[in-house]
C-alpha cells in the first residue's frame, strides 16, 4: 500500500530552481489580473503633479500606495518620486556670525585703507544662520572686524574686500525646489524624514504595507501560557513568522489555532483570503492523514507547487485562492523559517517594491536567506565534515568564527526541529543538490545572519562540554556587549585538533592519560609538538553516574552497567568524557559490548546525557554533576576531574581572549555562579598550568 | 574686542579623542551616581529564580528593566539571562509518519521472517509531531509497513528491527530545561520569540528604552506645515533626531521648539531633565550673542565638553544637569548627524547593554558612524582630489561605487548645511586632522553606510549634468529596485577622464570640437586611444541663457553678457557648458574677464545655475531649457547639442548597464517624462553612435 496515491510527485518534490520560477511567475499571472487602472508614479524634476499613462507596470504597483505623515514614514517605501517643493535654504542666510554687508560697499578695502561700515545701515550683526537683511549680499567674519563709535554711531571697519556671497549660504544651496529627494521604491530613513521636512513635506505617499494572514493548524497546539500536558505542542511557528512578516515590512494578521479539521481550517482559510493580501496556513502540507492543507487549498483554488527538493523545508504548498497567494509552510520551526525565506519574504519584497538583486520582472533566481547585514557572503573552511543525501538541497546552520586568518563554519543540528539551531546560528550554508557531503576543511560559502563584526568579535570555542561554557557565554555578552563566545561540541581530542588545525581560538578539554595519570599536557606534547601553546585551567569538577531522581533501578557503581535491566546513554566518540567510561570499565575486566546502549545511545552534550535519563530514554550516563543538579537528577560519583582550556600564544594575545581570560581570572559573580551549578572546585581558575 | 572672551577654548575645540574619553569617563561616573541596589542578573544553568549580589556594575545595569509579553520583545535587548523552563519537545514524538512500536517488540523481524504486530496494541499510526503511546519507543516509517488484515484483527507486518529511538524526536531534542536560550544583552530577534516561546516563557525581561528628550531651540524656526515667510526655517533636525534616537532602540521625546531666551530654553531644559534619560537641545551650541547652551548647561550643571576639533560638528556641548547628560547639538544638520553619532548613539548602545566593539568598561575609543551593515569599513579609490584643513578632522560624505574591480569613493557636497548629502551617501570618509588633503586615486577607507550588496548593483555616472539623469536614477528603482544610478558631476571633461581612469561606468558628455563641429567622438579619439568604449545618444537639448521671469534686466544675447548691469552665473572648469559659453564669447570676440560673475561665481549643476538666477544672486547663466523650466524662468536659446553617455565595452556588457539601455531604449514612460521637462529632442536616443 503506498498512501500517497495521487501525491507520488510530492514525495521528493521539485527543484528549488523550479519551484522558485513557477511561483514568481504566478506571482506575476495573479496580480496581473488583480490590476485597475492606478496612478502615476508621478515625473521628475518638473510638474510634480502632472499624471501620466504608465507602460511599465510593476508588482509593487498592483498595490494601492497610502498617504501618511512624513514624520512616521520611516521605513515605509516610498510609491512615487518625491521632489522638492521649496528650496533650502529658502533665502540667503548667514553661514557665520559677522556683519552682513553689501559686497559692493567693500570694494577697496585693505589694512592699509580700512573701511568703515555704519552699523544698523550698511552692516548688521547676524549669527549662523540668520537671514541676511535684503539686498545684503556678503558675510564678513566677526573675527575680521573691529568695531568702534565714534559719537552716537557704531563703525564696523574691514580691512579686506568682501567676495560675493562669502560666507553666504544662498537660496537652494542645499534643495532645489523641483529637485529629486527620494526616488520611488526607497525605504525612508532618519535623514530622508529632515530633507522631506525641509523641502516642504509633511505628508508623503508611500506604499501599503501588505497584510499576510497566519493560520496555525494543528490539534496538538495550544496557546502559549496554557498549562501543558502530554502531546501539546506550545504554538511558537505563528509568532516567529509574525515577526518576519513585520520584519520584511507587511502587517501580521495572527489568526487562531485551528484543529486537524478539514472544514475548519477550509473556512478559516476562506476568511483569511478575503481580508488579507496573503495567507500562510502552518502545518499539514505534508501527505500524512491529518494533512488537509493542499486539499483545502486545491478545492477552493489552484495549487501551484507541492513538495520542494530541499531540507529542511520539503513539504511545502505554494498555491492561490481568489488570485491571492496561498502558502502551506511546513510546521517544523527551522523548515518554516527557511521556506518563509525563499517564498515569502520575496514576495513582501516584490509587492513592497524592493525586490533584492538584479531581477528582470520576469526572472526567477532562488532568493538569499533574510539576512541582517545586507546579504553578505563570506567564504568559509568548514571545522567538520558534512554528509548531505545526494538528490536534496540541503540548508545548514552554521557557527562562523575568524580565527587568525581562517574564517571558520562549524555546522550546527541540522534536524528541521532544532529550533535552537536557528537561535545560535550565525549563517546558513546550502549544499547542492547534487552533493554527497563535504570534507573537513572544505572551502564553502556562508550566507551571514548577523553583521561582519560580531563574527570577528567571536571567541571560537571548539571541544568538550561543560556547563561552565553557557556562564562564561553569558558574562562575556553582560561585561563585552560587543563579544561573543561559540561553542561546538565535539569531545577534548576534537579540540585538541581544532587548535592544531588552527580552527578553533580555545578548546575545553579533560584527556586522562593513563600511563603518566596526568590530564592534557601529555596529549598536548604528542599532538601538538613545535606550536606555542598556553593551557589554564577552568575547573575541577565531579563526573559519575547521571540517574532517576531516587535511583530506582538502584545503580551503584559502574558494575551494574552490564545488567540486563539497566541501558546506558554514552557520549560520542573523542571525549574524555566517553574515554572516562572506557578505562572505568576496562578496570573492572567489563567489556563495552556488555553495557546495553553503549554504542546506539549517543549524545553530544552533559546535557544531552542528564535529559536522556531524565526522560527516561536511558537509566543512566556519565556525566558532570553539574549536568544532573540542574534536572534535579541523582548521581553517582566516580571521579574529579581537570578540565582546562588550550589556546595558542597568539589566541591568547587578542583582545577578545583578554576579556575572556579578565572573567575566568577576575570576575567574583562569574566564580559565584559556577560555585552555585555544585560540582566545581575553582581553586585553579584561570591559572596558567602549561605554557610551550 | 574678541565676544569669544572665557570661551577661548571652545574656537578650535579640543580633539575628537579627547572628547570622547572625557565623555565616556563621565558618563561611567554620572550613572554610577545614580546607581541603587538593582537585581541581579540571575544566573545560568541552575536555578534560575535564584539572586546573587553583583560585583561587576554595567552601565546598562543602572537602568531598571521592565518585563513584557514575549510576543512583542522583537528587537528589545535581554536584561538577564534567559534559561529553557521547559525541554522541548516536551514529550517523545514521532519524526515521520509511520507506526510507533516498542522497540523490544521488534527484534529479529527480517525479509524472510517478517513480524506482525497487531496494530491498536502493538503498533499505533502516528503522524509527523504525534506523541508516542507511553512505553513505546520507535517509530517504523509507513514506506516500510505492510498492512494485513486477518479477520478483524489488523497487523501491521515489519521485515527489520527497529532501533531504540528510531524516527522519534525525544524529550529536550531541541531544548533541555535549564539550558541557556538568550544571554543577557541580546537584541530579540523572530527566531528567539519562537524559542522563548517554546521553552515556557510568555514574558520576558527587557532592558527599558532610555527616554531621549530633544529641545529644538531657534527663533527663527517653524513647524513643519506652517506657512513660510522670509527669514523662517522648518525645523527638522529633531524629527530626524528623534527617528535616529528610535533607530538606536531608545524611546525619543519631541518637545516644541523654544525661541533664543536665556530664561525660556533654561526652562525648558530643566523639565526634561527632569522626566528623561538624557536630553538634546538642539542649536545654541556655539559661541554667538543669541547662542545661550552652553551658559544653561553651565548654570544648571557642568559643562565637561565645549568644542570639538571636527567638520562638521565644531560646536558640540556635552554637559551634565542633575546626574543627566545633556547634549547641545549643533544646528546644521550634518553637523547634527555627525555629532549625535559619535556622541548620543553610543551612550544609548551602553544603557541598553550593546555598546559595540572592544569596549573594556572604561576604554572610549571614536566611535564608528552609524550604519546599516555593521559597521562595514571598506577600502576604496578617491575620484577627485580633496582638501582639507589641517588640524581638524574632517567628516565626508561619499558615494561609493564599484567600477570592474575598483570601488570609487565620490566626495559629495561638505557644507554642515548640505542635507542632500546624507540623503545621497553611500559612506562617510574621515579625513584626519594633519592632513591636509587627499588626492585623486588617494586609497582610503570608507565606513559605509548602505549595505555593500547596495554599492554593487550601483552604476556609478561621472561627468556632465543633465536634468534627465535624475528621470533616468527613479525609473531604475521603479523598475529595477535592486539597482540604482550614482552621479557625481563634473563636467564632460572629467567624465571622459574618468573612464579612462576606469573610476566610472558611465559618462555624460557634451564636448563640441572646434575644428570639426563634432560631439564627443573627437575627444574620445584622442583621449581614449586604444580603449574599447560605446557611445550612445541620450538627448539633443537646447542650452541658452536662463534669465528671470519677463527678463527684467531685457538681455537678448551673448552680447548682453559684458554689460555693467548683468552679472553671469558660469559652470565650473571642464564643464561643456563652460566651454560652449567660452566659445560663444570668442565668436563675438568678448574676453570671459569682461564678464562680472564669469570667475566668481560657480554653480556645478544647471538647476544651480537657474536657482541663482532665480534667487538674484545672478541675473543669469548659460544652461539647459529643462532646468530653466523647472524653476519657472525665462530662457534665451543659444544652440542645440548632443548629449551622449559614454562606457566602456565591459561596462556595456553589465547587468546593470543593461537595465539602463533598456530603460533609454525600450520605456516609453521614461520617454514621456523627459519629453515633458522640456526641450529635449529624443530622435536618437538609446541609438549606438560610435563604437571602438
Not at 520539503?314 to 509552510?329: E, F, M, Q, T, Y
Not at 553516574?545 to 545503580?555: A, D, Q, R, T
Not at 535529559?611 to 553517582?636: E, H, K, Q, R, W
Request: aromatic share 6%.
Amino acid at each position: 500500500m503506498n498512501i500517497y496515491g495521487a501525491n507520488a510527485i510530492y514525495i521528493n518534490g521539485i527543484p528549488l530552481e523550479d519551484a522558485c520560477r513557477r511561483w514568481f511567475k504566478a506571482l506575476h499571472q495573479l496580480y496581473a489580473r488583480n490590476v485597475v487602472q492606478t496612478h502615476s508614479a508621478g515625473q521628475v524634476g518638473l510638474k510634480p503633479d502632472a499624471v501620466k499613462p504608465q507602460t511599465v507596470k510593476t508588482l509593487a504597483e498592483t498595490m494601492e500606495p497610502e498617504t501618511i505623515e512624513v514624520t512616521s514614514s520611516c521605513g515605509r517605501i516610498t510609491a512615487k518620486p518625491i521632489v522638492a517643493k521649496l528650496s533650502s535654504p529658502f533665502f540667503h542666510s548667514s553661514a557665520m556670525d559677522g556683519y552682513a554687508v553689501r559686497f559692493a560697499d567693500t570694494f577697496g578695502a585693505s589694512e592699509t585703507t580700512p573701511l568703515r561700515l555704519i552699523e544698523g545701515k550698511d552692516a548688521f550683526y547676524v549669527n549662523t544662520g540668520d537671514p541676511l537683511p535684503l539686498g545684503f549680499t556678503a558675510v564678513v567674519m566677526v573675527e575680521d572686524v573691529n568695531l568702534l563709535s565714534v559719537g552716537k554711531e557704531h563703525y564696523v571697519e574691514i580691512i579686506k574686500g568682501a567676495t560675493p556671497y562669502q560666507h553666504v549660504r544662498v537660496i537652494g544651496e542645499d534643495i532645489v525646489a523641483t529637485e529629486l529627494i527620494l526616488p520611488e521604491n526607497h525605504r525612508v530613513r532618519a535623514v530622508d524624514i529632515g530633507a522631506l521636512l525641509a523641502s516642504g513635506y509633511t505628508k508623503v505617499n508611500v506604499r501599503r504595507r501588505p497584510r499576510v494572514a497566519i493560520i496555525p493548524t494543528g490539534s496538538e497546539l495550544i496557546e502559549p501560557g496554557t498549562p501543558l500536558s502530554y502531546g501539546h505542542i506550545i504554538e511558537s511557528n505563528s509568532w516567529m513568522l509574525s515577526q518576519m512578516v513585520e520584519d520584511s515590512g507587511a502587517s501580521a494578521v495572527r489568526l487562531p489555532i485551528v484543529e486537524d479539521d478539514f472544514e475548519k481550517i477550509k473556512s478559516a482559510v476562506l476568511g483569511a483570503v478575503s481580508s488579507n493580501d496573503a495567507v500562510m496556513i502552518i502545518a499539514g502540507s505534508s501527505a500524512g492523514t491529518k494533512d488537509y492543507t493542499a486539499r483545502v487549498i486545491s478545492e477552493l483554488g489552484e495549487v501551484i507547487v507541492h513538495g520542494v527538493n530541499i531540507k529542511p523545508g520539503r513539504p511545502l504548498l505554494l498555491g492561490a485562492i481568489s488570485d491571492k497567494p496561498v502558502i502551506g509552510i511546513p510546521g517544523y520551526p527551522v523548515s518554516a523559517y527557511i521556506t518563509y525565506n525563499l517564498f515569502v519574504e520575496p514576495l513582501i519584497q516584490k509587492l513592497l517594491g524592493l525586490e533584492a538583486g538584479s531581477s528582470l520582472p520576469n526572472e526567477a533566481s532562488v532568493p538569499p536567506m533574510r539576512q541582517h547585514s545586507g546579504q553578505l557572503r563570506v567564504k568559509a573552511t568548514l571545522s567538520r565534515p558534512i554528509n548531505s543525501t545526494i538528490g536534496q538541497e540541503e540548508f545548514i546552520r552554521v557557527k562562523v568564527g575568524m580565527v587568525g586568518d581562517t574564517m571558520v563554519a562549524t555546522p550546527l543540528g541540522r534536524g528541521a526541529g532544532i529550533m535552537m539551531s536557528l537561535v545560535s546560528a550565525d549563517g546558513m550554508l546550502r549544499v547542492p543538490a547534487m552533493s554527497e557531503g563535504l570534507g573537513a576543511r572544505a572551502e564553502v560559502e556562508i550566507e551571514l545572519m548577523r553583521p561582519l563584526e560580531d563574527v570577528y568579535n567571536t571567541i571560537v570555542c571548539i571541544g568538550s562540554h561543560d556547563n561552565t561554557l553557557d556562564v562564561i557565554f553569558n558574562q562575556l555578552k553582560k561585561r563585552y556587549p560587543g563579544y561573543s563566545l561559540s561553542s561546538a561540541m565535539v569531545g577534548s581530542m576534537g579540540g585538541i585538533m581544532a587548535i592544531k588545525k588552527g580552527i578553533a581560538h580555545v578548546a575545553g578539554t579533560h584527556l586522562l592519560h593513563e600511563e603518566t595519570g596526568l590530564y592534557n599536557v601529555p596529549f598536548i606534547d604528542q599532538l601538538l609538538k613545535g606550536m606555542k601553546i598556553v593551557l589554564i585551567n577552568l575547573v575541577y569538577r565531579e563526573q559519575g553516574l547521571i540517574v532517576k531522581k531516587g535511583n530506582p533501578k538502584n545503580i551503584k557503581d559502574i558494575d551494574d552497567l552490564v545488567r540486563d535491566d539497566v541501558t546506558f546513554v554514552n557520549r560520542q566518540d573523542g571525549t574524555g568524557t566517553r574515554l572516562l567510561t572506557n578505562k572505568c570499565l576496562r578496570d573492572k575486566g567489563l567489556s563495552p559490548a556488555m553495557v546495553k546502549g553503549f554504542f546506539d545511545m549517543v549524545e553530544f552534550t552533559h546535557m544531552g546525557v542528564a535529559s536522556a535519563v531524565s526522560s527516561g530514554m536511558a537509566d543512566t550516563g556519565m556525566g558532570i554533576l553539574s549536568a544532573s543538579l540542574a534536572l534535579g537528577l541523582d548521581f553517582i560519583p566516580v571521579t574529579k576531574e581537570r578540565y582546562d582550556l588550550l589556546m595558542t600564544r597568539e589566541s591568547y594575545e587578542l583582545p577578545i581572549m583578554k576579556a575572556l581570560l579578565d572573567i575566568i581570572g577576575n570576575d567574583a559573580e562569574f566564580r559565584e555562579i559556577v560555585t552555585s551549578l555544585g560540582g566545581y572546585d575553582l581553586s585553579d581558575m584561570g591559572k596558567v598550568l602549561y605554557e610551550t
